[in-house]
């Protein structure tokens, strides 16, 4: 399928049901399971429940509000993508999650203070109604934070048993006839893949044996998938990262993506590094530094979270700017990231880029970016659209990793050997044509020579 080639689809834009995908209908309330009643989720809840009032409008968010071109530019068929692809509706997302601490969604958000008081008052009766649940925690993951609301039991094959239990509760009690889960907790610890995460058979082992490798977030994801739910992280842990749960995803036929929703300083990076590719402007060194006061940047105080953060944040520049292909421009280029807890900016946070680029003839040049950005105020859309295209890919039976959703990602998850797409041009571009593929539009490749023969 090339170039926007003419098409007999209808002029409304809308597809007349030749999809390359049997999707599913969106019928029946949709459960969104959170581990993580904190900053992000509360505003992604209370956003919603704006939107539903008719108090907000949905802003950055592309399954709300961006349109998708079809066809040729002269056919004129740019129907919003909601209208394109058969996603849930915001009246049937229903809310559930988890929490060490008992806070309501409610008193969750008042302390994190990212919403203004008098816009959280009237929202407080839908926030209060959502009551975490019991968190499955080890202080060994998230070394800064404590609290009460935690499952005390055995093994974590018996903690993974009773998330089971809470999900066929959660669903029961909602009458809902799909659930996506999103982790939206605290960053854990960073570790690589052990011996235990192999295989799904080594993996179950180590949950009776209560292996000590096994994360907290990897044991929801495994209920998740267990329960028949998709599952996305929006953390940079490895969670889902790892052949045995990547082994259940694809026998279960479940969507899983991630990592590490892209907010703040890496959207930046990603916006403005495809920029000086595209000119094959040289790179001689990336200095970002970041201020941040809210729980999130107290946890990343711990150098074991930061490990993960880290790790996901540098990587994105060199898969962007191939040093190995560019060798002249990109070899060695000094690339730190800095994240400094401090308390009086709450979720305001303030990033710093120092970007030392050169031109022709070697002549260097500095790009500054100060933006004051608001971590959670961006994260929330993005969670908002990973729930709807989770459940719309479960519901076109997708399975395995979904690498088109990598455009909401600092480091999206990849087939096995195969390198991540970070330019978010070409993740956009990837997203829009998965949609197309779907529903048997022509994939645009903007050749456009037919509108000159
Ligand atoms: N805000 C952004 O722009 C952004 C961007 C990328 C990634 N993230 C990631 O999203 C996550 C959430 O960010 P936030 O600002 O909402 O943080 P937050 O600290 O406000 O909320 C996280 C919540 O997770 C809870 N938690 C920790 N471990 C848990 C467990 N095992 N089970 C259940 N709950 C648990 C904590 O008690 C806390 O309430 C973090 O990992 C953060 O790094 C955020």
């Not at 929006?234 to 694809?250: F, I, W």
Request: proline share 6%.
């Amino acid at each position: 399928m090339l170039g926007g080639g003419s098409t007999s689809k209808e002029s409304n834009g809308l597809s007349s049901g030749n999809d390359n995908v049997k999707i599913a209908p969106a019928d029946g309330k949709l459960g969104v399971l959170i581990p993580g009643i904190g900053a992000v989720s509360t505003t992604f809840i209370a956003g919603v429940e704006a939107i539903k009032r008719g108090m907000a409008v949905p802003v950055g968010s592309l399954t709300q509000l961006a349109t998708i071109r079809l066809g040729k530019r002269t056919d004129n068929r740019t129907p919003m993508i909601k209208d394109f692809v058969p996603l849930a509706g915001l009246d049937d997302l229903v809310f559930g999650g988890w929490d060490i601490y008992e806070d309501t969604a409610y008193e969750a958000a008042a302390n994190a203070r990212v919403l203004e008081a008098p816009q959280l008052e009237k929202l407080r009766e839908p926030l209060s109604a959502i009551k975490p649940m019991k968190a499955v925690f080890d202080q060994e993951y998230v070394k800064r934070i404590n609290g009460p609301n935690v499952k005390e039991a055995g093994s974590k094959m018996d903690k993974a048993e009773m998330l089971l239990d809470d999900i066929r509760n959660f669903q029961e009690t909602n009458g809902v006839s799909r659930s996506v889960m999103i982790w939206c907790g605290s960053t854990e610890v960073f570790h690589r893949p052990a011996a235990v995460h192999q295989t799904l058979k080594d993996f179950e082992c180590g949950l009776m044996k209560n292996d000590p490798e096994i994360a907290p977030s990897q044991i929801y994801a495994y209920a998740a998938l267990k329960s028949g739910i998709p599952f996305a992280n929006g953390a940079p842990n490895l969670t889902t990262d790892m052949p045995a749960l990547l082994e259940l995803a694809r026998e279960r036929n479940i969507p899983v993506c991630g990592k590490d929703f892209k907010t703040g300083q890496t959207f930046m990076k990603t916006l403005i590094a495809p920029g000086l590719k595209a000119r094959m402007l040289g790179l001689s060194g990336w200095f970002s530094t970041n201020i941040l006061g809210n729980r999130d940047g107290e946890v990343l105080e711990d150098p074991g979270s930061f490990k993960s953060k880290e790790e996901t944040k540098l990587s994105v520049l060199d898969a962007i700017l191939q040093p190995k292909l560019h060798p002249e421009l990109y070899k060695d280029f000094y690339h730190a990231v800095r994240i400094n807890y401090y308390p009086p900016r709450g979720d305001s946070k303030e990033g710093w880029d120092n970007i030392d680029i050169f031109g022709w003839l070697g002549y260097p040049m500095q790009i500054k970016i100060d933006f004051l950005c608001r971590d959670s105020i961006l994260a929330a859309p993005l969670v908002l659209d990973l729930v709807l295209f989770m459940d719309l890919a479960q519901r076109s039976g997708m399975r395995g990793i979904q690498e088109w959703l990598s455009f909401y990602f600092k480091a999206p998850m990849t087939a096995p050997g195969l390198y991540p797409e970070h330019d978010i041009f070409i993740q956009l571009m990837k997203l829009k044509n998965t949609l197309r593929w779907m529903r048997g539009e022509d994939l645009i490749t903007h050749l456009g020579q037919e509108y000159y023969d």
